[in-house]
């Protein structure tokens, strides 16, 4: 277990509470002790695993969960159901309360159909994820009165991660046990949930179907996506497109002239790595289209073209194997004009590094083949390089500064395009789409690192990019830059808030989430449970929301707000979706979306 245990799961060192033991029943405690220990001990490195304290609160479900799939799918093929079961036990011993369902709270019969797609539709508004809402129903002015609606509960789960899509009047999103909600926005009650196989933190596109029918896509995290009837929760189809065990989406699917654009990465197998007796590597990231009416395959490209092969025997006598990773983390980004599609990729697991890692790929559109690839840095890393020893370590490796955002497209105001693309490095740049991505400008605001720089995204308007900056390892994190699009310059900053959370574990000022924009004002959320809102013009704070709250739901499940990561909030018809609650090796837990209008009204 031990090699999957840091840099996305984390969920195997919960409480020591005491396991009564059925007779003939497998040993949590003797399971945990053999297989995840080493990984839960104080000294165990720059990303040590939560120590046994941490996690005694972690609800019993999610452990399971987490050992079935998703970045802890390889350490649960190794044990039994009933071994996964009682690791679970030993660390979240269950209870009654933990067992007690979720309300249905279902929507009046007769509702309203689903008749249009107004709204915030997947990770953007539009097809260059410039995550700017220019006509959401929500002004500057209206900002500062912003409260609480109502609140959602997400049972079993400490950590929410799937951005609200919200259009026509309904929401639709994920969660981490692979149920789908479709909710009134208004209201918050469910018109209908589907299961999906596993956890789906990717956003939800939406989009008609003919006959006054409407399509929710979405992928889970063993790269299975699924066109569902958006009006009812009914399947339409489902294909798998990748079938490496530790390949998943976490990047929305971007639709475009009825082609689904989806694509796969998988932080697992580097995270695997970390185990000497791992043989490293195999997966490679890869960007794919779907018909999206059938869900059948059009094309799939790889981001390392050529398939792993044995390369050497590492430093514990392990067979190794490369190239590999190079995956796609975030939204691909259309480029209507050019008739291309964008993608950022992550590192090489393994040697040989490739020139398509930690860089910005453009794709044909229409038969997926590779235009040009931008490196921004080659970074062959994975887990084994913070091991002793370093066994499977690549020759020179980099910090895991992974391209993990979206790219942005926008236009300049002398007509011209730029990319604008944020890296973990800590550097933002601006690439030529015209010349093979040639680099414009480049502006470092921050460390970088694995846990650094700019993580899950930036956002544009026609002057200037806004970039939330992590930083949480080596830490302490936090700031917000805003730089001119056309030299880079830096407009203004805002330091990071010095948190009021500081004696509660997980609490930081590190600025992960993806920013979101309207006309004015920038919103972006914290490691420290607050989601702020900034003055465009020179970075005036005008709004603040804690989160760090016990909320009473709509579906009866208990909830409370925690650290703000992976997703930025959502704006449509006047209200502000937003979810809290990050707890994947750090962060503080919580499991609640929050749904805002003008006065709660």
Request: with cysteine; glycine share 12%.
């Amino acid at each position: 277990m031990m090699r999957m245990l840091r840099f996305t799961g984390w969920l195997l060192c919960g409480a020591m509470a005491a396991y009564a033991q059925a007779p003939g029943a497998p040993d949590g405690k003797t399971l945990f002790e053999k297989n995840c220990a080493m990984c839960h001990r104080a000294g165990a490195g720059e990303r040590q695993a939560p120590l046994p304290e941490a996690l005694r609160q972690r609800p019993n479900a999610s452990i399971v969960l987490a050992l079935e799939s998703g970045v802890m799918q390889s350490e649960g093929a190794k044990l039994t159901v009933a071994e996964r079961q009682a690791v679970a036990d030993f660390l979240a011993p269950r209870t009654a309360a933990s067992a007690e369902p979720a309300r249905a709270n279902a929507c009046p019969a007769g509702a309203r159909p689903l008749a249009n797609l107004d709204g915030w539709n997947g990770w953007s508004v539009d097809v260059g994820n410039s995550r700017l809402q220019p006509a959401g129903g929500l002004r500057a002015q209206d900002v500062p009165k912003l409260k609480v609606k109502w609140a959602f509960g997400f049972p079993n789960t400490v950590s929410v991660g799937a951005q609200v899509t919200a259009v026509g009047g309904r929401l639709f999103f994920g969660s981490t046990d692979g149920t789908v909600y479709s909710l009134d926005a208004r209201t918050g009650c469910t018109y209908w949930t589907f299961h999906a196989d596993t956890q789906v933190r990717a956003a939800i596109t939406v989009a008609p179907i003919g006959g006054g029918q409407y399509a929710a896509y979405l992928g889970d995290g063993q790269t299975t996506v699924y066109g569902v009837n958006a009006q009812t929760g009914s399947l339409l189809w489902k294909t798998r497109i990748d079938q490496h065990p530790m390949a998943g989406i976490t990047g929305a699917p971007k639709l475009y002239n009825g082609r689904l654009y989806v694509g796969i990465r998988s932080g697992g197998e580097e995270v695997a790595a970390g185990d000497a007796k791992y043989p490293c590597c195999t997966f490679r990231g890869s960007l794919a289209a779907l018909d999206a009416a059938t869900g059948k395959l059009v094309w799939k490209t790889f981001t390392v073209t050529d398939p792993a092969k044995e390369t050497k025997k590492s430093a514990a006598g392990t067979q190794l194997y490369g190239p590999s990773g190079a995956g796609i983390w975030s939204a691909p980004t259309i480029d209507v004009k050019r008739k291309l599609i964008y993608a950022g990729t992550g590192n090489n697991y393994s040697d040989p590094p490739t020139h398509t890692s930690d860089a910005v790929v453009a794709f044909d559109l229409e038969t997926g083949s590779i235009k040009w690839a931008k490196q921004l840095t080659e970074d062959a890393w994975n887990m084994s390089c913070s091991q002793p020893g370093k066994p499977s370590c690549p020759a020179n490796p980099d910090r895991d500064v992974d391209v993990g955002s979206s790219p942005i497209l926008r236009t300049l105001p002398s007509g011209k395009d730029i990319l604008l693309v944020g890296q973990k490095s800590g550097v933002a740049f601006g690439l030529d789409p015209d010349q093979s991505g040639a680099i414009l400008w480049h502006t470092e605001i921050g460390k970088g690192g694995g846990m650094g720089g700019i993580q899950w995204g930036m956002a544009a308007d026609a002057e200037k990019v806004y970039a939330p900056l992590s930083d949480i390892i080596p830490g302490p994190g936090g700031g917000l830059f805003a730089l001119n699009i056309a030299t880079g310059e830096k407009v203004w900053t805002v330091p990071p808030f010095d948190p009021t959370c500081k004696a509660t574990r997980g609490c930081s000022p590190a600025q992960s989430a993806a920013a979101t924009l309207i006309p004015g004002v920038v919103f972006s959320g914290s490691f420290d449970g607050h989601l702020r809102a900034h003055a465009t013009a020179d970075g005036k704070l005008i709004w603040d929301l804690d989160t760090l709250h016990d909320y009473e739901t709509v579906n009866g499940v208990k909830a409370h707000g925690g650290s703000m990561n992976w997703a930025g909030p959502a704006i449509a018809d006047g209200m502000l979706f937003v979810n809290s609650g990050f707890n994947v090796f750090v962060g503080m837990p919580g499991n609640v979306l929050l749904a805002l209008s003008v006065d709660g009204k």
